[in-house]
């Protein structure tokens, strides 16, 4: 499982790829996660806080499921292995959006990096993460 983790080489072989669907952020308590145990299975991604299990679902089933969130989230996965002990390409990645107004919500796995941002900026986006590449 090893990643890249020479900034540099992270950065020109970032290929950017947007997720399909619009993504929810939610987040269940004990008792709602009861009423719908399978729910965690369903969601892209869930981590546990104090407040609750945090879960991010498709728009469409939180909205059926009447769980409150505050937007949609389109998913971008940078599509580099890097390494869990890679140092500086959430930075840059979260610098360049923020420099164009864009909240970067990002999600590490064992893989690769999800960057999560409102569906109405998610063009521009993947513009700016493109042009890391350079």
């Not at 929810?24 to 546990?48: G, K, M, N, V």
Request: aromatic share 6%.
């Amino acid at each position: 499982m090893n990643g890249l983790t020479d900034l540099e080489q992270l950065l020109r072989s970032l290929a950017p790829r947007r997720l399909s669907g619009e993504w929810a952020f939610c987040s269940l308590t004990p008792d709602r996660l009861a009423e719908t145990p399978t729910l965690a299975t369903e969601a892209l991604a869930t981590f546990r806080e104090k407040e609750g299990l945090s879960i991010v679902l498709p728009v469409e089933r939180a909205t059926e499921l009447g769980l409150s969130f505050e937007g949609n989230f389109t998913g971008i996965t940078l599509d580099v292995h890097s390494s869990l002990h890679a140092v500086g390409l959430t930075a840059v990645v979260a610098s360049r959006l923020s420099e164009a107004g864009i909240s970067a919500n990002v999600i590490a796995a064992a893989f690769h990096d999800h960057v999560f941002v409102p569906t109405a900026e998610a063009a521009e986006a993947l513009h700016i993460l493109n042009s890391l590449r350079a």
